[in-house]
Structures are given as C-alpha cells and as structure tokens.
C-alpha cells in the first residue's frame, strides 16, 4: 500500500544527462576560458587606469589642515564655518567631469536607518505628508508638528557646500557646477513628488510641517528653482539613496565639457571653497572631495579587470598543469597482472 506511484518522477525514470569530464571536454575549456578571461581583464585594467581622479581630504582632523577649524562645528553654527583648500591639477581632464563628496565611516546600511523613511510621503502622498508612518521614529515629528521629511536618512541630509575655481594670475574664476541631472530619472520623476496643490507654492503646500531637526532651514527653500525644489530636490534624491558600505561617495555636481578644442579642467592651479556645515569628527568620520571621469565601464575601479586576469590565469595555469599531468600519466597500461 506504500509504494510509490507508477510514475516517470516517483520511479526516477526522468531522462537525465551526466556530464562525462574528459580531459578531451577539461583541458580545452580551462584554456578557452584564460583567453578569453585575460584579454577583457587587461581591457578593463587598462581603460580603469586611463579614468583621471583627484581627490581632496577636507575633514581637517590635521592641524595644518585649513579646514582644522571647522573640526567640531555643530548642525546650526551660524555662520557657516567656511575654508579654502588650494591645490593643483597636474593633468588635464578632457571630458566631462564629475565631482563627488564622499564620506568614510558612516553606516547607512544600519537595518533602522535604512528603514526609517516615509516613502509615501516622499511620493507626495498628502495624508502621509501630515501623518508620517512611525518607522520614522524619532524623527516623526518635533514640537506636535510632523516633520517633512521625516526619518534619520534625511536628518543625517550632508549639506556641505563645495564651490570650484581656478586661480591664473592670482585671479580666481568659478568654475560652473551643474546641480541637476545627478540624480536618477526613476527616482525624480517617480518615486519622489511633492505633495499635489498648488505647485507653485511650496509654502503652501508644506504648511502645517516642520523641517529634520538637523537641517537649517525647511525642504521647500532647498533651492530657489521650482522644478529642483522640495522632495524633488536632486541633492535630497541623491542622498536618500542609501549606500551599501560604510566608505561611498554620491555625486554632487557635473563640469560639463564646452569646448572640444579645450580640456574641461586644464592641468594648473585651482582652489575648493567649503561651507564647512556636516559634522564628522563625533564618529570619526572623514569627508572628501573627489573629481573624476568616466568611460564606457563607468567610473575608475581597477577590480574587475584584475578580477578578470586573475580568473584567466588561474585557469590557465591549471590547464598547464592538467595538460602535463595528462601527457605524462594519461597513456600509462592500467591493467593489473594477476601472478599466478
């Protein structure tokens, strides 16, 4: 009464197949793989290396630093404590340039911080907008009124102010940043909207909400142009997508390329500007300033093209060392005499 039924399945008569491993199938699979492997390795290697980046440390943790005095500044130091940082490009950038800010030792992957936001009231949702959900905790609401936006990624929003010139002659002329395009178009155009009303009037239709505890003043004066305004703020959008490690930067602002004949940033002397607000030192945090290009891979990271290489290789080598263990003992009599 228990046997199983006269099935292909319950009977294991599926058609099946095993591979047969071979050195005939082994051998040339190892050495098609190290070909193919190396050659991409080195291309990516290659086109990393040819990416140019700069990069500038501005935390000031040193005492040379000029921006040592802006070390223990607090979120509501009024004014901003600002320092200036010179430097020089000893290459050209040719193309397009991306400027980032990037922060080491900040976890935004912590499981509470990644889940203490109110997606529907970033969405524009108007009831959400008065009646933040409580993941958003303890940043749900302050003085009886609910927080726009609420939660601890846009209390923690980096709001460091980084402006670019470069000094010939002892002139200094300010190089133009872009502050839109950096964000994604799923997430400005679909995930984050203001709440519907007039909307023209941000004013309005925040009225009855109160700013992050940490920020200086409420989302609808994040910029003075409407359509980079609010919850729609590229910078708000760009921050509020969370970091996967402790060490990431965020794009800040575009350089873009005016001249074909001209590099975008010629090799020379320039100087960083910095409205010195996001405190760091409390956590030892650090802050950078980082200017780069990029290819056709994206931005400059040597590790999948010496992921490629090592791959390749290590397939190689093995194909070498099967091969000569094959011509060496593969043909050797494996019958055994039986002595009488």
Known sequence: TRKPDNTAFKQQRLPAWQPILTAGTVLPAFFIIGLIFIPIGIGIFVTSNNIREYEIDYTGTEPSSPCNKCLNVSWDSTPPC????????EQSFESNVFMYYGLSNFYQNHRRYVKSRDDSQLNGDNSSLLNPSKECEPY?????????PCGAIANSMFNDTLELYRIDNDTRTPITLIKKGIAWWTDKNVKFRNPTGDGNNLTALFQGTTKPVNWPKPVYMLDSEPDNNGFINEDFIVWMRTAALPTFRKLYRLIERKNNLQPTLQAGKYSLDIAYNYPVHSFDGRKRMILSTISWMGGKNPFLGIAYITVGSICFFLGVVLLFIHHK????????????
């Open 140 to 148: 749900r609401t302050n003085e009886d009124k609910p927080i726009a």
């Open 329 to 340: 003992y593969g043909n050797r009599n494996t019958s055994a005499d039986i002595p009488n």
């Open 82 to 89: 600002t320092c200036t940082i010179n430097f020089t490009l």
